[in-house]
């Protein structure tokens, strides 16, 4: 392009941003809020992503009293969130990519069913077993959740786990060493799940607890995460050339 300046003729190159953009939605943890993912959103949104985070309901700000919160409201809630992003004018539809935490790491695994996500990125990622799908959450047996999760589990018997086996996109899992509540047994099962992934990675955070309160291992976690968004995503844009 050219310039004119005082008579002169000033010649340039203009560079903008490939558009559209990859979309990020990120889903935070039982008990939670959207606070814990906003620094990792907005490093992603320096990758020239498009990143959406929100508060589930009952926790935070948003409506409704957490104790008489059901799954299907935790799946309907992930899905109307990535519905707003989705819809955003720069999104590429074939190009969203979700970030969830234990609890919402669950949720995510299930949103990949109904709607379409390429990048699925899991830290912690919980199980339930289906039985009493309509129970508030937070009323749900913990023995019983605490025995469901450490046994190795089936996509056959697992809603969460049957569509990770459908799932055809990328994964990564973050698991911690030192996690009191997601046994090695649900990361084994979620691992065997995704046996048609386009690719999969999984990492240990060896001394991270389960909330991995520890700033280290915080930054760590951050580190594995951008790192492998920004792989992702250039592998993607260079599939459009």
Not at 21 to 40: I, K, N, R, S, T
Not at 71 to 90: E, F, I, K
Not at 104 to 112: E, I
């Amino acid at each position: 392009m050219r310039l004119s300046v005082d008579g002169q003729k000033l010649t340039g190159t203009l560079l903008t941003p490939e558009a559209p953009v990859p979309g990020f939605l990120f889903v935070h943890g039982w008990g939670g809020d959207q606070e814990e993912d906003l620094g990792l959103a907005e490093d992603l949104a320096r990758l020239g992503c498009i990143c959406f985070t929100f508060d589930l309901r009952g926790h935070a700000e948003s409506d409704a009293s957490r104790d008489e919160v059901t799954r299907q409201n935790g799946v309907d809630d992930v899905t109307a969130a990535y519905d707003y992003l989705a819809s955003q004018p720069l999104i590429d539809p074939g190009a969203i990519g979700v970030i969830g935490t234990s609890y919402g790491g669950y949720l995510s695994a299930l949103l990949t069913s109904i709607r379409d996500v390429r990048w699925l990125a899991l830290r912690v990622p919980a199980l339930y077993p289906d039985a009493h799908w309509d129970v508030p959450k937070a009323k749900l047996d913990k023995d019983a959740v605490r025995a469901y999760r450490q046994q190795l589990r089936t996509p056959q018997e697992d809603k969460a786990l049957s569509a990770c086996a459908a799932f055809e996109g990328d994964v990564l899992i973050v698991q911690s060493g030192k996690d009191d509540r997601i046994p090695p047994e649900v990361i084994a099962s979620y691992q065997a799940a995704f046996k048609d992934a386009n690719s999969f990675s999984h990492r240990i955070i060896a001394e991270a607890t389960h909330a991995m309160r520890d700033p280290a291992h915080q930054r760590l976690y951050a580190t594995l995460l951008i790192s492998w968004v920004e792989e992702m995503v250039r592998a993607s844009r260079r599939s459009y050339r």
